[in-house]
């Protein structure tokens, strides 16, 4: 089972350049999330969908777009990265308010 | 406002200990707590999930309990191995609203010393 699939696993940006983390699962869920991770923050909400065409923001949206068209997947875009945008972000999904299942992550860093 | 803290932030333990790792949180309003373990470098896995009208979750050596009312849940590992050495996060998902939000505490490290 593939579960929640992110690409890539590691990122360099340059301040200012934009890019697409990808999200996918093949479980038919209808949540799914993003997060991102922080020393001594935790994982912080940056936007959610609760199905195909429907987003909404999280706790930290600013920077970030994101879309629903499909069930499965569930794309995070940086429209012009900042270095405080540096992090590890995590997407997960789970069907309603059951068990939620996370992605293995990918670690952006924007210099 | 939602609020969950994990105490303490690091543990050392020698192997063989049974061990609890506690997470409190300020709102009882929750469908669920979950408990999740997280590697070095890598996603979470969950561990267990406990709903809100539950005492408590068993899967092999890890025990979870939840008292909604006092807003404490606790993980409880029997016989502790080496290879639970890893940050264990716990998360709560509120009721009402954003249901789909999960809050989660900062974590707490803990090294299995064989």
């Known amino acids: 089972n593939a579960g929640v699939t992110q690409t890539p696993k590691f990122q360099v940006l340059k301040t200012g350049q934009s890019m697409t983390l990808q999200c996918a699962q093949d479980m038919n869920h209808e949540y799914m999330s993003w997060y991102r991770q922080d020393p001594g923050m935790g994982l912080r909400l940056i936007h959610y969908s609760v199905g195909a065409g429907i987003t909404d923001q999280g706790e930290v949206p600013n920077g970030y777009n994101v879309s629903r068209s499909t069930t499965e997947d569930f794309p995070l875009r940086l429209l012009s990265a900042a270095p405080s945008q540096t992090s590890v972000y995590f997407c997960?999904?789970?069907?309603?308010?059951?068990?939620?299942?996370f992605g293995q992550g990918t670690r952006l860093t924007v210099v | 406002k939602q609020e969950v803290t994990q105490i303490p932030a690091a543990l050392s333990v020698p192997e063989g200990e049974n061990l609890v790792l506690n997470c409190s949180f300020t709102?009882?309003?929750?469908?669920?707590l979950q408990w999740f373990r997280q590697d070095p470098g890598k996603g979470l896995t969950s561990l267990l999930l406990i709903q809100s009208s539950q005492r408590e979750q068993t899967s092999g050596r890890l025990n979870a309990s939840l008292d909604k009312s006092s807003g404490r849940s606790t993980l409880y590992i029997a016989a502790s191995q080496p290879g639970d050495s890893a940050t264990y996060l716990c998360a709560v998902r509120r009721h009402g609203g954003a249901t789909n939000k999960l809050i989660f505490g900062t974590g707490t490290l803990l090294a299995v010393q064989p």
């Open positions: 709102d009882s309003a929750i469908y669920n």
């Open positions: 997960a999904s789970s069907a309603g308010v059951a068990e939620a299942f």
